[in-house]
């Protein structure tokens, strides 16, 4: 099977173990230890001739998704048999169960490849002396009675079925059969569909992971023996037992991502690891944490935590990770806090707002941070001068920490940080001062957020040798001068974001050699043409090029990009709208309004904008990407909400022509603006098929005909702007129209009426032009029937008032039920106002008595 093995002597071969005295193969260590594996071709069935084999090892080979060779059944001596990770699928064949002498079966594999199948696991009641059994990601689902057969091995130590399908039905079918398994230790059920009350389980148990189920109910009281217990990712409520902070055995607690409420309970004994995260624990951090002195990971992270952080927490000298971000803390952070901290690497206080950092200027930390996020506390004293020898840091977050003035000069000495967010701060001054010399090799994110501060000067230079940078984002800051043409040697950026700045100058044509996904240029001084090629072939994504100088006209490309968002807002391009935009399938705003730009609107643009898209894919949180869109006539800025909307806007320009029809298609487009435009022809009459549209803008173009009454099926329409047109006949009415009540919405259409408009009324006379017709009024409408008609204007007055006094009469002395109730109605009214009158005589009679 390997290339070494030559000669007649197995037992010299590499990864051959034979029997001291029998000289019989006992065992065969198989797994790769470098790029060759072994591959189903070279699975012999000779294999199956070595009688006395007791350990078998063929994991992390590559047997391209073969089925397990059924030979194995033969080898009845095995003890030991590992075929995990090995790209094996199929039914696991039931040949297995005749290994009665085997205690470690280990079947696992990722969650990536073609999984092996079990229906029938009958065949394990044959493995009498199993202890160790592994099917992580096997899938079990048509297997019944699991705890039935799995209570015909009373070995059993360990259970490991993560990512099996299973259900409660699978494996607690008969609950006391399971729990009769007076011998498991060990039982791994995580990443399953297991839902309902958390079961009854083994008395011995020391270690359970029920993580990333749908559990639901309390926890239990009942801890036992249990060492671990993980119950991560589930629906647990209710409050966390008091049993568990007196055990003196319980060493890891994962009770994360649960709806557990209540406050903390005071924890004694031998924790190492303690994750309440993601709950709606409330209270303070008890002060006996500080008596946990085994604790090496504390995390109570996205709680509704109050009060300080105790003092006692820094007596834990075996502390690696502290984590009580997002929460209500407060009060101040001393150097106390963290005195014999020597072995922590993770520190993260964020989003606690009323928290404050006070530490004097020349402290030194006894640990060396790995990573710190402050994000949203007070840091006082300027930036942090206690950071100056934390030279292992990987991630620095300070964002939003009240953090003003310059840079210090000794942190450009300092290696450097693949991983630094400053934004939101007052930082001022060059940039120079960045620990950017060099490169980061590690897998860990490599970004520079740098946005929303008060940077000035250029892009240094300098910043050209972080050639490992994947994310840049400078904006909102002062900076001047060009984009350095150095920063081409940033093969790895897929964002750049420079946008709300002072730059200038063209835009580089080296941009279209950088992988990137989002590049965000937005109100700057950039002139010049639109850079060729920059949408050739690429991967960009997003691409914000609005509010600059920029001109010429748009090239065609080469289709290509995936566009999610093409914006070009207030530039001066002209020519015509590229019909390049119309291959790019997922774009969602389309936003080049305030240009230049002349010639019909694209008829293929009707085949865009079907479904938001996640920009997950754009990079991280951190890079805050904000778009300045106009809906419902009011600049608004994106940016949590931004991939769930859709918007074209392509008004102020010189576009022409009639709106196509095609575009009435697009049912998820939530903003439509064509605002200010000359375009011509009607509104088209299905524009009631664009069932999400919130907003609609077509104002300021030569829109003529009536508007559509489909109009009135938008029942998502908040704003609707249709003033300035030659639009005439009635306006529809009904659904959400009824709430749109602004008369400056339809203004300078003359030939509109109806509501919020004037009346309508019968045809005008011929012998009015166009430009003469008066508006239409209760008054004018006898008017236009001639003077003498006036008289009519008067009748019509007093018939209406008697017809409705004498109608009223009738009614009432027709109908005794409301003639009763008027009168009723009436006495109380005099009443109220009888009350009234006196109590305000007697107020008045006080009032002069006083005098």
Same mark, same amino acid.
Not at 203 to 227: Q, R
Not at 483 to 490: E, T, V
Not at 492 to 512: A, T
């Given at each position: 099977?390997?290339?070494?093995?030559?000669?007649?002597?197995?037992?010299?071969?590499?990864?051959?173990?034979?029997?001291?005295?029998?000289?019989?193969?006992?065992?065969?260590?198989?797994?790769?230890?470098?790029?060759?594996?072994?591959?189903?071709?070279?699975?012999?069935?000779?294999?199956?001739?070595?009688?006395?084999?007791?350990?078998?090892?063929?994991?992390?080979?590559?047997?391209?998704?073969?089925?397990?060779?059924?030979?194995?059944?033969?080898?009845?001596?095995?003890?030991?048999?590992?075929?995990?990770?090995?790209?094996?699928?199929?039914?696991?064949?039931?040949?297995?169960?005749?290994?009665?002498?085997?205690?470690?079966?280990?079947?696992?594999?990722?969650?990536?490849?073609?999984?092996?199948?079990?229906?029938?696991?009958?065949?394990?009641?044959?493995?009498?002396?199993?202890?160790?059994?592994?099917?992580?990601?096997?899938?079990?689902?048509?297997?019944?009675?699991?705890?039935?057969?799995?209570?015909?091995?009373?070995?059993?130590?360990?259970?490991?079925?993560?990512?099996?399908?299973?259900?409660?039905?699978?494996?607690?079918?008969?609950?006391?059969?399971?729990?009769?398994?007076?011998?498991?230790?060990?039982?791994?059920?995580?990443?399953?569909?297991?839902?309902?009350?958390?079961?009854?389980?083994?008395?011995?148990?020391?270690?359970?992971?029920?993580?990333?189920?749908?559990?639901?109910?309390?926890?239990?009281?009942?801890? $036992?023996? !249990?060492?671990?217990?993980? +119950?991560?990712?589930?629906?647990? @409520? #209710? *409050? =966390?037992? /008091? %049993? &568990?902070?007196?055990?003196?055995?319980?060493?890891?607690?994962?009770?994360?991502?649960?709806?557990?409420?209540?406050?903390?309970?005071?924890?004694? $004994?031998? !924790?190492?690891?303690?994750? +309440?995260?993601?709950?709606?624990? @409330? #209270? *303070? =951090?008890? /002060? %006996? &944490?500080?008596?946990?002195?085994?604790?090496?990971?504390?995390?109570?992270?996205?709680?509704?935590?109050?009060?300080?952080?105790?003092?006692?927490? $820094?007596? !834990?000298?075996?502390?690696?990770?502290?984590?009580?971000?997002? @929460?209500?803390?407060?009060?101040?952070?001393?150097?106390?806090?963290?005195?014999?901290?020597?072995?922590?690497?993770?520190?993260?206080?964020?989003?606690?707002?009323?928290?404050?950092?006070?530490?004097? !200027?020349?402290?030194?930390?006894?640990?060396?941070?790995?990573?710190?996020?402050?994000?949203?506390?007070?840091?006082?004293?300027?930036?942090?001068?206690?950071?100056?020898?934390?030279?292992?840091?990987?991630?620095?977050?300070?964002?939003?920490?009240?953090?003003?003035?310059?840079?210090?000069?000794?942190?450009?000495?300092?290696?450097?940080?693949?991983?630094?967010?400053?934004?939101?701060?007052?930082?001022?001054?060059?940039?120079?001062?960045?620990?950017?010399?060099?490169?980061?090799?590690?897998?860990?994110?490599?970004?520079?957020?740098?946005?929303?501060?008060?940077?000035?000067?250029?892009?240094?230079?300098?910043?050209?040798?972080?050639?490992?940078?994947?994310?840049?984002?400078?904006?909102?800051?002062?900076?001047?001068?060009?984009?350095?043409?150095?920063?081409?040697?940033?093969?790895?950026?897929?964002?750049?974001?420079?946008?709300?700045?002072?730059?200038?100058?063209?835009?580089?044509?080296?941009?279209?050699?950088?992988?990137?996904?989002?590049?965000?240029?937005?109100?700057?001084?950039?002139?010049?043409?639109?850079?060729?090629?920059?949408?050739?072939?690429?991967?960009?994504?997003?691409?914000?090029?609005?509010?600059?100088?920029?001109?010429?006209?748009?090239?065609?490309?080469?289709?290509?990009?995936?566009?999610?968002?093409?914006?070009?807002?207030?530039?001066?391009?002209?020519?015509?709208?590229?019909?390049?935009?119309?291959?790019?399938?997922?774009?969602?705003?389309?936003?080049?309004?305030?240009?230049?730009?002349?010639?019909?609107?694209?008829?293929?643009?009707?085949?865009?904008?079907?479904?938001?898209?996640?920009?997950?894919?754009?990079?991280?949180?951190?890079?805050?990407?904000?778009?300045?869109?106009?809906?419902?006539?009011?600049?608004?800025?994106?940016?949590?909400?931004?991939?769930?909307?859709?918007?074209?806007?392509?008004?102020?320009?010189?576009?022409?022509?009639?709106?196509?029809?095609?575009?009435?298609?697009?049912?998820?487009?939530?903003?439509?603006?064509?605002?200010?435009?000359?375009?011509?022809?009607?509104?088209?009459?299905?524009?009631?098929?664009?069932?999400?549209?919130?907003?609609?803008?077509?104002?300021?173009?030569?829109?003529?005909?009536?508007?559509?009454?489909?109009?009135?099926?938008?029942?998502?329409?908040?704003?609707?702007?249709?003033?300035?047109?030659?639009?005439?006949?009635?306006?529809?009415?009904?659904?959400?129209?009824?709430?749109?009540?602004?008369?400056?919405?339809?203004?300078?259409?003359?030939?509109?009426?109806?509501?919020?408009?004037?009346?309508?009324?019968?045809?005008?006379?011929?012998?009015?032009?166009?430009?003469?017709?008066?508006?239409?009024?209760?008054?004018?409408?006898?008017?236009?029937?001639?003077?003498?008609?006036?008289?009519?204007?008067?009748?019509?007055?007093?018939?209406?008032?008697?017809?409705?006094?004498?109608?009223?009469?009738?009614?009432?002395?027709?109908?005794?039920?409301?003639?009763?109730?008027?009168?009723?109605?009436?006495?109380?009214?005099?009443?109220?106002?009888?009350?009234?009158?006196?109590?305000?005589?007697?107020?008045?009679?006080?009032?002069?008595?006083?005098?």
């Amino acid at each position: 099977m390997l290339s070494s093995w030559v000669g007649n002597d197995c037992c010299s071969w590499e990864r051959v173990m034979c029997d001291g005295v029998t000289r019989n193969v006992v065992s065969l260590h198989l797994r790769p230890d470098g790029l060759y594996s072994l591959q189903s071709k070279e699975l012999s069935h000779s294999l199956g001739e070595v009688r006395h084999l007791k350990y078998l090892d063929l994991s992390f080979n590559y047997f391209q998704e073969s089925q397990i060779p059924e030979f194995i059944g033969s080898l009845k001596e095995l003890t030991y048999l590992n075929l995990s990770y090995s790209a094996f699928s199929g039914i696991i064949p039931h040949h297995i169960g005749n290994l009665s002498n085997l205690k470690i079966l280990d079947l696992s594999s990722d969650k990536y490849s073609k999984r092996l199948i079990a229906h029938d696991m009958n065949w394990i009641s044959g493995l009498s002396s199993l202890e160790h059994i592994d099917l992580s990601n096997v899938n079990l689902n048509g297997v019944k009675n699991l705890d039935i057969v799995l209570y015909k091995i009373p070995s059993l130590l360990q259970l490991r079925l993560k990512n099996c399908n299973l259900t409660m039905t699978h494996i607690f079918h008969t609950p006391h059969k399971f729990t009769t398994l007076s011998n498991l230790q060990y039982i791994d059920l995580s990443n399953n569909k297991l839902m309902g009350p958390i079961p009854t389980f083994p008395m011995k148990l020391t270690e359970l992971d029920l993580s990333h189920n749908k559990l639901t109910g309390p926890i239990p009281i009942f801890i $036992g023996k !249990l060492t671990k217990l993980d +119950l991560s990712y589930n629906h647990l @409520n #209710g *409050s =966390i037992p /008091e %049993s &568990f902070g007196r055990s003196r055995l319980l060493q890891v607690l994962n009770v994360a991502h649960n709806k557990l409420t209540g406050p903390i309970p005071t924890f004694s $004994g031998n !924790l190492t690891k303690l994750d +309440l995260s993601y709950n709606h624990l @409330n #209270g *303070s =951090i008890p /002060e %006996s &944490f500080g008596r946990l002195v085994s604790l090496r990971s504390f995390s109570v992270s996205s709680n509704s935590l109050s009060g300080t952080i105790p003092i006692s927490i $820094g007596q !834990l000298s075996k502390l690696h990770s502290f984590d009580v971000s997002h @929460n209500s803390l407060e009060g101040v952070v001393y150097e106390a806090h963290f005195s014999n901290l020597s072995m922590l690497k993770h520190l993260n206080a964020a989003s606690n707002t009323k928290l404050t950092f006070n530490v004097s !200027l020349e402290w030194l930390p006894p640990f060396q941070l790995i990573s710190v996020d402050l994000t949203s506390c007070k840091i006082t004293n300027g930036f942090p001068q206690w950071l100056r020898n934390q030279i292992k840091l990987i991630s620095l977050v300070l964002s939003n920490a009240t953090i003003s003035g310059p840079l210090p000069t000794w942190l450009r000495k300092m290696p450097i940080i693949p991983f630094i967010n400053l934004s939101h701060n007052s930082l001022s001054g060059p940039l120079t001062n960045l620990p950017i010399g060099g490169t980061y090799d590690g897998e860990e994110l490599r970004g520079l957020f740098l946005q929303n501060n008060l940077f000035n000067e250029s892009i240094p230079t300098e910043l050209c040798n972080r050639t490992d940078l994947e994310y840049l984002n400078l904006s909102w800051n002062r900076l001047t001068g060009k984009i350095p043409n150095c920063l081409q040697n940033l093969q790895n950026l897929k964002v750049m974001m420079l946008s709300s700045n002072r730059l200038s100058g063209s835009i580089p044509s080296f941009i279209q050699m950088l992988p990137l996904v989002l590049l965000n240029l937005n109100d700057n001084n950039f002139s010049g043409e639109f850079p060729k090629g920059l949408l050739d072939f690429s991967e960009l994504g997003i691409l914000d090029l609005g509010n600059n100088a920029l001109c010429g006209k748009i090239p065609e490309w080469i289709p290509g990009t995936e566009l999610v968002i093409f914006r070009l807002h207030g530039n001066n391009f002209t020519g015509g709208i590229p019909r390049s935009l119309c291959k790019n399938l997922k774009l969602q705003i389309l936003d080049v309004a305030h240009n230049n730009f002349i010639g019909n609107i694209p008829h293929c643009l009707g085949e865009l904008f079907n479904k938001a898209h996640s920009l997950d894919d754009y990079g991280p949180e951190s890079s805050e990407e904000t778009l300045l869109q106009v809906l419902n006539g009011i600049p608004l800025e994106f940016t949590k909400t931004l991939q769930f909307f859709i918007n074209m806007d392509l008004s102020s320009n010189k576009l022409v022509g009639e709106i196509p029809v095609e575009l009435t298609a697009l049912q998820e487009l939530v903003g439509l603006n064509l605002s200010n435009n000359h375009l011509g022809g009607g509104i088209p009459d299905n524009i009631g098929n664009m069932t999400a549209l919130s907003s609609l803008d077509l104002s300021g173009n030569k829109l003529n005909g009536s508007i559509p009454s489909s109009i009135a099926a938008l029942t998502f329409l908040s704003h609707l702007n249709l003033s300035n047109n030659n639009l005439s006949g009635q306006i529809p009415t009904g659904n959400q129209l009824q709430t749109l009540i602004d008369p400056s919405i339809y203004a300078g259409n003359k030939d509109l009426c109806g509501a919020p408009l004037h009346l309508c009324g019968p045809p005008f006379p011929n012998n009015y032009s166009n430009h003469e017709k008066p508006a239409f009024t209760l008054k004018n409408k006898y008017e236009v029937a001639g003077e003498p008609n006036k008289v009519w204007f008067y009748v019509d007055i007093m018939f209406g008032f008697a017809t409705g006094f004498w109608g009223v009469i009738v009614l009432l002395m027709l109908k005794k039920q409301w003639r009763h109730k008027l009168f009723m109605f009436a006495e109380g009214i005099m009443y109220k106002i009888h009350v009234a009158v006196v109590v305000r005589v007697n107020k008045m009679k006080r009032g002069r008595e006083a005098l």
